[in-house]
C-alpha cells in the first residue's frame, strides 16, 4: 500500500528566501508525480506534474524534482512571496489506468514579510 | 477553458438525511473522480468514472455511491448522513492520465 509523507508539517521563511518542501513515498513503481497548493478552504491548485521518466520540471519560480529510486520528490521555490503562504501537497499516482492519487498530508508554508 | 465547476458550494445537512454533490469536469475530460477531506484524515479517494463506469473505489462504506452522465458529468451521493461525513468533498478531472485539475469543493457539514 503506497504511504506518502511531507515532513515538515509547517515552516516559515522569511520573504525573499528560497525553499524546499519535501515529499517521500513508499511504493517506488508510481506513474507520476503531481505537486498542488490549497489555499484555507478552497479547492486544490495543480503546481507540477511530473512523469515517472522525468527527473524534474520547472514552472516559473518552483521547480520539483523526482527521485523515483529513493522514493523522494522536492518541491524549491525560489524569492518566496507573501503570496506563497498556502498548504503545499504532494500526490502519488501509483498505477498506469488507475486515476487515484495518494496525497500526502501537507506541509503549510507561512512567508514572513 | 472553464475549470472543474462543484456544486452546491455549501451545504447543512443533519444526520439521516441524503445528499447529492455534482461536478462537471473541464471539457473533453472524461476521467473524475472524487475525494473526501477532512482535518483527521486529509484527503482520501472516493471513486473514479470514466466513461460512466466506475473504475476504481475508495475503501470508504456503501452509503457513498456516484455515477456519471453522458456528458462526463458526476455526482455523488451520500445517504443517511453520519457527524463524520462532515468534509470537504473535492472532484477532479483529468485527460488520460495526466494532470488532475481540481474543483472548488463542496463543504458539507452534517448537524
Known amino acids: 500500500k503506497q504511504e506518502v509523507t511531507q515532513i515538515p508539517a509547517a515552516l516559515s521563511v522569511p520573504e525573499g528566501e528560497n525553499l524546499v518542501l519535501n515529499c517521500s513515498f513508499t511504493?517506488?513503481?508510481?506513474?507520476?508525480l503531481q505537486w498542488f497548493r490549497q489555499d484555507p478552504g478552497k479547492g486544490l491548485t495543480s503546481l507540477l506534474l511530473?512523469?515517472?521518466?522525468?527527473r524534474e520540471q520547472t514552472s516559473g519560480r518552483l521547480n520539483a524534482s523526482l527521485d523515483k529510486s529513493s522514493g523522494r520528490s522536492t518541491l524549491y521555490i525560489a524569492a518566496s512571496q507573501p503570496g506563497d503562504s498556502a498548504t503545499y501537497l504532494c500526490?502519488?499516482?501509483?498505477?498506469?489506468?488507475?486515476?487515484?492519487?495518494?496525497f500526502g498530508t501537507g506541509t503549510r508554508l507561512t512567508i514572513i514579510p | 477553458k472553464a475549470g472543474v465547476t462543484q456544486t452546491p458550494r455549501y451545504l447543512i445537512k443533519t444526520r439521516g438525511q441524503q445528499v447529492t454533490l455534482s461536478c462537471s469536469p473541464i471539457?473533453?475530460?472524461?476521467?473524475v473522480s472524487w475525494y473526501q477531506q477532512t482535518p483527521g484524515q486529509g484527503l482520501q479517494f472516493l471513486f473514479e468514472?470514466?466513461?460512466?463506469?466506475?473504475?476504481n473505489k475508495g475503501n470508504f462504506p456503501g452509503r457513498f455511491s456516484g455515477r456519471q452522465f453522458s456528458n462526463s458529468r458526476s455526482e455523488m451521493n451520500v445517504s443517511t448522513l453520519e457527524l463524520g461525513d462532515s468534509a470537504l468533498y473535492l472532484c477532479?478531472?483529468?485527460?488520460?492520465?495526466?494532470?488532475?485539475?481540481f474543483g472548488p469543493g463542496t463543504r458539507l457539514t452534517v448537524l
Open positions: 477532479a478531472s483529468s485527460f488520460r492520465y495526466n494532470e488532475q485539475f
Open positions: 511504493d517506488s513503481a508510481i506513474y507520476n
Open positions: 511530473i512523469q515517472s521518466s522525468q
Open positions: 500526490a502519488v499516482r501509483s498505477d498506469f489506468g488507475n486515476e487515484k492519487l495518494t
Open positions: 471539457s473533453g475530460h472524461r476521467s
Open positions: 468514472y470514466f466513461s460512466e463506469t466506475q473504475r
